[in-house]
């Protein structure tokens, strides 16, 4: 959906480095939500945010963190990468009923 | 803990028949989605089912939801090649959680 951006579209890093992944929304939804997907797998759900003060841990947080800027973007962060963190990530915001997912972020953590 | 299983996990099926899918989750709830993901692609709203009976049909999908079995459908008929995704449910927690549970997937293909 046009309205859900994520940044970067694809990355590759290495064992132990920190890297941000971002989403960022045009409407101004306060509810937004990270999820992973692994290949052949469901997503799971790492964070989720009702707007900047309220933040929710999912079932997978370990070894992420995460942070509401302002209404519209809310970044994930991979505090120290390994190697069973490589996945595609997805943003996603909560309107008129449903969930609208963002592009995904496909990152290799070597 | 909420769970959701979807099954089959893989469907192979020929143009023009019919077939469903089937979720089931593990703990009260009256609000289920389907999306449809394509290789590659993001996942793409397809149907939200917000009561016990609920029935949303478009084109050859049609999705129902039953609160009481604790079931979901997604019926597909007389399929056609451009049906093959992957197609996911997931079930609102619920008590005012606001968070989602997806099943596994069903990976649908149409033959010609």
């Known amino acids: 959906d046009a309205d859900v951006t994520q940044t970067p579209r694809n990355r590759i890093t290495k064992t132990g480095k920190r890297i941000m992944l971002e989403c960022s929304q045009t409407?101004?939804?306060?509810?937004m939500y990270w999820y992973r997907q692994d290949p052949g797998l469901g997503l799971q759900l790492i964070y989720y945010?009702?707007?900047?003060?309220?933040?929710n841990k999912g079932e997978i947080s370990d070894g992420y963190s995460v942070s509401r800027q302002a209404q519209a973007k809310f970044s994930l962060s991979l505090e120290s990468a390994i190697p069973n963190q490589t996945a595609l990530y997805f943003c996603a915001i909560y309107r008129v009923e449903t969930q609208y997912f963002g592009p995904g972020t496909r990152l290799l953590v070597l | 803990e909420l769970k959701v299983e979807q099954n089959p996990l893989f469907l192979s099926m020929q143009e023009g028949k019919n077939y469903t899918i089937y979720c089931n989750y593990s703990t009260t709830s009256d609000r289920l989605y389907w999306y449809r993901q394509d290789p590659g692609k993001s996942l793409e709203s397809l149907f939200v089912l917000l009561s016990n009976g609920a029935v949303k049909q478009e084109g050859r999908l049609m999705a129902s939801l039953d609160t009481k079995a604790r079931l979901s459908t997604l019926h597909i008929t007389a399929a056609v090649h451009d049906l093959s995704a992957t197609y996911f449910c997931?079930?609102?927690?619920?008590?005012?959680?606001?968070?989602?549970?997806f099943g596994t997937g069903t990976r649908l293909k149409v033959l010609a």
């Open positions: 997931a079930v609102d927690a619920g008590s005012g959680t606001y968070k989602y549970i």
């Open positions: 945010s009702f707007d900047v003060k309220d933040i």
């Open positions: 409407k101004g939804h306060d509810r």
